[in-house]
Every structure is written in C-alpha cells, then in structure tokens.
C-alpha cells in the first residue's frame, strides 16, 4: 500500500528561495549577486520562523490592522517601495553624481525595509501577544528592530540592517543614512499617494492622518 503522506511535498522540499524570487522579482535589480543571495536568504529565513509560507500570504497593511490597502498583499507594498526608492535613487543620482548613492543598498534595503513584518503579522504571535501582554508587551518586537534582526543573522550588511531598523519612526531616534532617507521617502510616499486616492479601508486609518 502507498503512504499518502509519502507523496506530499515535505516543506523542506519547497525551493523558497526560487519562490522569493519569482514573489519578489525586484531582487533582480541588485547588481551583486551575493547580496542578492543573502536578500533572498533573509526573507527565507524571516518565513520560516513565522506561520507564513509566503511574502503573498502577509496582509497589505503598514501595521496590523491599520492602513490596510484595499487590494494585494504585501507583495505589492515592498515591491512599490523599493521600485519607487530606485527612480529615486536613479534621479538623484544622474543630476547629483556627488552623492555617490549605493543603488545595490537602495535596492537591497528596499526588498528588506518591512521584512520583520513577517514576525509582527504572525497571527498565531499576534494571538499570544494579545492575551498576555503584560507578559510579552505588544507586539513583543516590532518589525524594524525584529527585520534587523533577521539581515544581520543572515549577514546582510549592516547599511541593510539599518534601513530595516529604521525606515520607520525608530528612524527619528538616530541620523539616518542616504540610502535609508531614500527607503524612509519611498515608503511615506507610498502610503501616502494611496491614500490620497482612496485606496486604504479608512476604517484603518489612523485619526492624524485622516
Ligand atoms: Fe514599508
């Protein structure tokens, strides 16, 4: 007799790296085929300590439950940003060659910035959190000081850490670099112009932005 579960593909049989790739196809935008491998190898890794099989799966929000796009998933929020960071960066750079802006970083942490959401969004932590905040706090890690934690365990450069570190309000804590005010922008802009057009539940805006 065959075992059904013989012939069930083993999650460790999955190839997530060609999944993140074909999820995130940006990561073709880096030019060093290194930091590619290690961008890919952290969303890997930030999947596999998560109940989350793929990048699609995370809902399309800025935090939990709040400024939750209308459609996609979040996918299409790292995707947007770190296409938009790019032009960015391909502008500065053709009118101010001076600045001597890393594109391969600008990339790099662009496809990392919200990588740690893959902690924060976990339902089932979400879950724990929820019930014993006393205990863990809520959410226990954010995702930019979590997304650090993940670039520099699987050796990103630490310019990439800290674009995941503090893209976000952590950011107003320290000097930013270059690179990461370009990700920070890239990211405001985003929500900001989907906003503006009605694409965010605005039920899941907060008031200061309403
Ligand atoms: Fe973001």
């Known amino acids: 007799m065959t075992d059904p579960e ?73 995707r947007g940003v770190t296409r938009l960071a790019l032009k960015l960066a391909d502008d500065f750079a053709e009118h101010y060659p001076e600045l001597e802006i890393d594109r391969d970083i600008v990339a790099a942490g662009g496809l990392c910035h919200d990588i740690g959401k893959a902690w924060e969004f976990d339902p089932e932590r979400r879950r724990r959190w929820e019930a014993s905040s006393r205990r863990t706090g809520r959410p226990s890690i954010r995702h930019p000081a979590y997304g650090a934690h993940i670039c520099l365990t ?50 899941t805006v907060p008031p200061k932005s309403r």
Not at 165 to 194: C, M, P
């Open 6 to 78: 013989k012939s069930m593909p083993k999650p460790e049989q999955v190839d997530r790296a060609a999944q993140i790739r074909e999820e995130l196809p940006e990561v073709a935008e880096i030019r060093d085929p290194a930091l590619q491998d290690l961008v890919v190898a952290a969303w890997c890794l930030a999947l596999a300590q998560s109940s989350f099989r793929s990048v699609r799966e995370i809902p399309p929000a800025g935090n939990p439950g709040i400024m939750v796009l209308k459609r996609g998933d979040q996918t299409d929020h790292i």
């Open 154 to 203: 699987v050796g990103l450069p630490e310019e990439v850490a800290h674009i995941a570190a503090a893209h976000s309000g952590e950011g107003d804590l320290l000097v930013r670099s270059l690179e990461n005010t370009i990700v920070h922008h890239a990211d405001h802009t985003y929500w900001y112009v989907l906003l503006a057009g009605d694409m965010i539940l605005p039920d």
